[in-house]
């Protein structure tokens, strides 16, 4: 049935840091979004200006609490959804001792059934309505959580990960297996309700050169899938793949070679790239995914959003968690970190611009922005309802709050869970 979303709305429209703080955004002190049977937005604006069709409506009226366009999650793990706080000590160490044995469990359909209803709900209860997410090695994994998004009615882009070398045999497929199952996962479940496929070799360490040629060629065959990968996150990763691939000029020209750059194309991390390489994916419209808390638990460095967004040669980049190499499945939580992995590369990331990139940002990346990142009319309506006195340390902060900006930036220093009201997927409130 149409009802009514009442509080504190905020939409954005823009980047702050190209289209100015103020011209980025709506917001209206007492706001309200009408969401219509089909779980799309009819209408949304100050409660003044409502139009009369609408008056009357069932009304969930939250006050205070801030209604924005639910977070977007632009890289996480699926199977790695219960080991956020493994020890290693890089990033490979890491991999070989703790990830690889959690993920080689979802080859267990029931296992992979299991986690995946944990994690989307988890997903849910801290506002993101909408992510890319690595799944594992194995089809039925990837079934399972699309399965499970499609109950939920919610946005999830996914792909089978593609892995067929330095890996354990329980999560190694090889080339052909790793392009027909991928395939076949795009013919059942890419553009099935709200579900899209992401073309998924894990990284360049973990496939083969024939493996990233498959890749190449799914992606050529199969334009409108997104393609993700890492690139970039450590110095030991980077040394090991200049050993693995000596005639390329660097990491991202690995991937160039097999026709893996592009606007569909999504490289998380990207921490250490060169000069060479950032104009390189700022050429081919790539995009790279900052994932704050994961570069600074596992020791990877500081992602510098100056050096990539540089006005000459601008790399398209979002944010996101990356459990579980991140330790946190909050995007409020992340915003935080990346305000303060930006303070130590000396950049500035206002809370605008980070909520910004949280929701319609990360929408335009992933292009999901026609239908989800703001709170625009026809959009659906996967919102998330914002608390900013959710905890006592939060409500104290909130007495001494007199602006949006500063309530945002609060909420991102100090917000968590705890601070999501309420997340609707699709116009349902969850
Ligand atoms: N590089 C390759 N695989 C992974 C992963 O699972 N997590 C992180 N953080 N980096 C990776
Ligand atoms: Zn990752």
């Excluded at 801030?66 to 290693?88: N, S």
């Excluded at 994994?141 to 892995?163: H, N, Q, S, V």
């Excluded at 999560?171 to 991928?182: V, W």
């Amino acid at each position: 049935m149409t009802h009514l979303v009442v509080g504190r709305t905020l939409s954005f429209c823009d980047d702050p840091a190209i289209a100015g703080e103020r011209a980025s955004h709506d917001y209206e002190e007492r706001g309200v979004v009408v969401i219509d049977d089909l779980g799309r937005i009819a209408w949304s604006g100050p409660l003044s200006e409502l139009p009369d069709v609408y008056a009357g409506l069932p009304t969930t009226d939250f006050g205070d609490n801030i209604v924005t366009a639910g977070f977007i999650d632009a890289h996480i793990h699926f199977p790695q959804y219960r080991m956020l706080a493994a020890p290693g000590n890089d990033l490979i160490d890491w991999l070989n001792r703790f990830t690889f044995p959690e993920e080689s469990r979802y080859g267990d359909s029931g296992h992979a059934a299991a986690a995946a209803d944990v994690f989307l709900d988890r997903l849910i209860a801290h506002g993101t309505t909408s992510a890319l997410v690595f799944s594992s090695v194995h089809k039925i994994a990837a079934e399972a959580l699309f399965a499970a998004a499609d109950a939920r009615g919610m946005a999830i882009i996914t792909g089978k990960t593609m892995m067929d070398r330095n890996a354990p045999d329980l999560c190694r497929d090889d080339p052909e297996t790793g392009g027909r199952e991928s395939q076949e996962l795009i013919d059942t479940w890419h553009g099935r309700g709200r579900a899209r496929y992401a073309i998924t070799p894990r990284f360049a360490i973990t496939s083969t050169e024939a493996q990233l040629k498959v890749s190449g060629e799914l992606l050529k065959a199969n334009p409108t899938c997104l393609m993700q990968t890492h690139l970039s996150e450590q110095h030991g990763e980077i040394a090991y793949v200049k050993e693995l691939f000596p005639s390329s000029k660097d990491y991202t020209d690995v991937y160039d070679h097999y026709g893996l750059l592009g606007p569909t194309s999504l490289f998380a991390h990207g921490i250490h790239l060169t000069e060479r390489e950032c104009a390189r994916l700022s050429e081919t419209g790539s995009g790279v995914v900052h994932c704050p808390t994961s570069n600074t638990f596992l020791g990877s460095g500081l992602f510098d959003l100056g050096h990539i967004g540089d006005d000459r040669r601008p790399v398209a980049f979002g944010v996101a968690t990356d459990v579980g190499g991140g330790t946190n499945y909050s995007m409020l939580h992340t915003l935080g970190e990346a305000r303060k992995v930006a303070q130590l590369r000396a950049r500035r990331l206002t809370a605008l611009r980070g909520f910004y990139l949280a929701t319609l940002g990360n929408a335009r990346l992933l292009h999901m922005d026609a239908d989800v990142g703001s709170l625009s009319v026809g959009k659906y309506a996967d919102l998330v309802v914002l608390d900013p006195r959710a905890t006592p340390v939060l409500a104290a902060r909130d007495d001494i709050s007199e602006t949006l900006e500063d309530r945002l930036f609060a909420l991102s220093i100090l917000g968590d869970d705890r601070a999501i009201a309420a997340t609707y997927v699709k116009g349902q409130r969850f």
